[in-house]
């Protein structure tokens, strides 16, 4: 058993089997780093990239690798345990609204070659935002107060049937940052 801070960290926060509930998945999948923090760690993989990271440096860039590593187990088992619980079969007034709108502005969203493979949410018809991570975007829905019936998160991209229809559901994979090590 690893007694990393990390390590110890995450045995306090998991939940036994089952026991994750859709708010605390919801929490954990909107977590991310500050934007000092992310400043500090694009400042850091690039000195590391340049191989001029002094000793301090590789290990504070080491902390933000464990803590990034601990945050993307963490939401990947939020995402099992939202995707275990069966929900309702018919799709909420509201899921429906929002799942139209994106349907209706997808062919404008694709023009945008850079935003493909983007996350983008509704809540109604109000586009709430475009953002390569969903966690940006549970964020601002849970600090708008949205309710989980009321909004839909999509990626942009070609899809066949609209989001109402019964398809294949992609598996979200967090995407840890890497590190460089020196040497490498």
């Known amino acids: 058993m690893s007694t990393t801070e ?3 960290l995450e045995r ?3 939940p036994a089997a ?3 509930s859709p708010e605390v998945a919801r929490y954990f999948l909107s977590l991310d780093f500050r934007g000092a923090d992310r400043q500090r760690l694009q400042d850091l993989t690039a000195k590391a990239a340049a191989r001029s990271l002094s000793p301090g440096e590789q290990a504070e860039l080491d902390a933000y690798n464990r803590v990034s590593q601990l945050l993307a187990r963490v939401q990947v088992r939020a995402r099992h345990a939202l995707e275990s619980r069966e929900g309702p079969c018919e799709v909420a007034p509201g899921i429906r609204r ?3 709108a994106f349907w ?7 023009r945008k070659r850079r935003d493909h493979g983007k996350w983008v949410a509704y809540h109604g018809d109000e586009r709430i935002g475009v953002a390569y991570r969903p966690q ?3 964020r601002a829905i849970v600090q708008r107060g949205i309710p989980d019936d009321a909004y839909y998160m999509g990626v942009i991209r070609p899809h066949d049937l609209p989001p109402w229809e019964p ?3 992609e598996p979200i994979h967090p995407q840890p940052f890497e590190s460089i090590a020196p040497g490498s």
Do not use: F, K, Y
Not at 104 to 110: A, E, F, I, K
């Open 136 to 138: 940006e975007l549970v």
């Open 6 to 8: 990390a390590a110890i």
């Open 167 to 169: 398809d294949d559901i």
């Open 18 to 20: 089952g026991e994750q």
């Open 12 to 14: 306090l926060i998991e």
């Open 104 to 110: 209706r502005d997808l062919p404008q969203l694709l």
């Open 98 to 100: 929002s799942q139209e």
